[in-house]
Structure formats: structure tokens, C-alpha cells
């Protein structure tokens, strides 16, 4: 049974920064693609990072709320993927998932259960 479980989570003021961490544990949980999504209160989930790693290369995604604030990075040794979020905005409060699967970036197979990140004005 695959595991994703994050941890990093919290309240910080705007123009802040947080990092977010997720393991992945368990059978078939090395995964091409790893990511991040969020969901604020009353919004549709929302796609934030992802980054695809095969034996010669490796990719990053972002969405557009995010580019040059946040980034994504992961260490395959420890099967772990990152988010550095800086200059953080209230709008960026949400609860952020971890995400594993394959090619596709936007349908993954695996989540975890979700931080929280509160940006106060």
C-alpha cells in the first residue's frame, strides 16, 4: 500500500516562506511524476508544482499562481519531494496535497492527506 504523508505546514505572515515536505512509502511508490495541489476554502483543487524524473532527466512544472515563488525539488534516495514556498500571499492559504503517479501531471494515482498553510495578511 502506497503512503504519502506531508509534513511543513503552518501559519506564516505574508512575504513569508515555508517548505513542504512529503514521503513516499510502500509498494510501487517510486513514481515518474511527484507534485503538489491545493485546495482553498469554497475552490476547486488547484494544480501548484510537479516534477518528473526518469533515469536521464528531470522536469519541472509550475502553475501560473506560483511561478518564480515556489519550487519544487525531490531526493529519489529518500523517495521524498519538496516545495519551497516564498513571498507568500494570503491567497495562497490552502490545504496542499502531496501527489504521486506517472506521465500524466495533472491525473496522479497517489495522495496523501494534506497540510495546511495559513497566510495572514
Known amino acids: 500500500q502506497v503512503q504519502l504523508v506531508e509534513s511543513g505546514g503552518g501559519l506564516v505572515q505574508t512575504g513569508g516562506s515555508l517548505r513542504l515536505s512529503c514521503a513516499a512509502s510502500?509498494?510501487?511508490?517510486?513514481?515518474?511524476?511527484m507534485g503538489w495541489f491545493r485546495q482553498a476554502p469554497g475552490k476547486e483543487r488547484e494544480f501548484v508544482a510537479a516534477?518528473?524524473?526518469?533515469?536521464?532527466?528531470?522536469?519541472?512544472f509550475y502553475g501560473d499562481s506560483v511561478k518564480g515563488r515556489f519550487t519544487i525539488s525531490r531526493d529519489n534516495a529518500k523517495n521524498s519531494v519538496y516545495l519551497q514556498m516564498d513571498s507568500l500571499k494570503p491567497e495562497d492559504t490552502a490545504v496542499y496535497y502531496c501527489?504521486?503517479?506517472?506521465?500524466?501531471?495533472?491525473?496522479?494515482?497517489?495522495w496523501g492527506q494534506g497540510t495546511k498553510v495559513t497566510v495572514s495578511s
Open positions: 516534477i518528473t524524473e526518469s533515469w536521464s532527466s528531470s522536469s519541472t
Open positions: 501527489t504521486g503517479g506517472g506521465m500524466n501531471r495533472y491525473r496522479p494515482d497517489y
Open positions: 510502500g509498494r510501487s511508490s517510486r513514481f515518474y511524476t
